[in-house]
């Protein structure tokens, strides 16, 4: 039986970012991601293929998401 997730009823060939997204420098993105607006990516985060993350979304600094993941909208997502 197939579940469907955002990632599997899309292929992200490029990587889809919103203009009004932060991500910090430091931070590496593999292919085949979406970030929606607001989203604010911090310090030395990895966010691995097919990761879907949602509006107004906080990943704090050395976060490592995914892959095949979907964060949903207002999330905020950090280490201990």
Known sequence: MRIATPYATRLYVVNEIHPSAFIHPSS????????????????????LEYTHIGAH????QNCVVGPRVS?????KIQTM
């Open 71 to 75: 964060i949903g909208a207002g999330s």
């Open 57 to 60: 979304v906080s990943i704090g």
């Open 28 to 47: 590496y993105l593999d292919d085949s991601i979406c970030i929606q607006e607001g989203v604010r990516i911090w310090h030395f985060c990895h966010l």
